[in-house]
């Protein structure tokens, strides 16, 4: 139980194209769910907060308008990197919480390799 | 603020030998902290946590680590590594009351046969 995926699991796209990155909790309803960066040998970063039917938290330094986070339903986050730049280029990560659940719980999904060229 | 350290950004061992991977960490409030593996291609599995009960904590697969609030230090242990141990490595602390994991930089295990 608590299987969160993620799709695509690799996406290289063109400079200045848009890229939307799902997040599914594929056996339980997550009212949240997070978004984290990892770039290459470093840690992951948190880059927001995604709750139900509501606004994302952007963490600071992260552009709302350039990554887009929208958690339309209790199973699904999407995040949309627009106008991608190669310095977009990283693995994104999603995790998301069991809803009515105790703040420990987060699972994670396998990630999603992006490569901007 | 929250933070956690990770000492050591590779650990090799041989099968069969102690695993000690190290954390640090800093926390203003009471954290809750967590060791999570990452296998390549998967996604991050949580070994164990620590959450203000028992400060010696057991996990999956063998690791279990010691919560220690004089030394800021949650370290995980294993007494034998086994070659499926072989993976990255996460410390993470949350602080109470607060949705957001902050993570370490992550410690690459390397299991020699």
């Known amino acids: 139980g608590a299987v969160v995926s993620q799709h695509p699991s690799r996406v290289i796209c063109k400079s200045g194209t848009s890229v939307k990155i799902e997040c599914r909790s594929l056996d339980f309803q997550a009212t949240t769910m997070f978004w984290y960066r990892q770039f290459p040998k470093k840690s992951l970063m948190l880059m927001a907060t995604s709750n139900e039917g509501s606004k994302a938290t952007y963490e600071q330094g992260v552009e709302k308008d350039k990554f887009l986070i929208n958690h339309a339903s209790l199973t699904l986050s999407t995040l949309t990197v627009t106008s991608a730049h190669p310095e977009d280029s990283s693995f994104y990560i999603c995790s998301a919480r069991l809803a009515g659940r105790f703040y420990n719980e987060q699972f994670f999904g396998p990630g999603t390799r992006l490569t901007v060229l | 603020a929250q933070s956690v350290t990770q000492l050591d950004s590779h650990v090799s061992v041989s099968e069969g030998t102690p695993v000690l991977l190290r954390c640090n960490y800093s926390?203003?409030?009471?954290?809750?902290l967590f060791w999570y593996v990452q296998h390549p291609n998967k996604g991050l599995q949580l070994l164990l946590k620590?959450?203000?009960?028992?400060?010696l904590v057991k996990g999956i697969n063998g690791f279990e680590a010691e919560f220690k609030k004089s030394e800021t230090s949650f370290h995980l242990t294993k007494p034998s590594a086994h070659m499926s141990d072989a993976a990255e490595y996460f410390c993470?602390?949350?602080?109470?009351?607060?949705?957001?994991?902050?993570f370490g930089s992550g410690t690459k295990l390397n299991v020699k046969p």
């Open positions: 926390s203003s409030y009471s954290p809750s």
């Open positions: 620590y959450t203000s009960a028992a400060t």
């Open positions: 993470v602390v949350r602080r109470y009351n607060f949705n957001k994991f902050y």
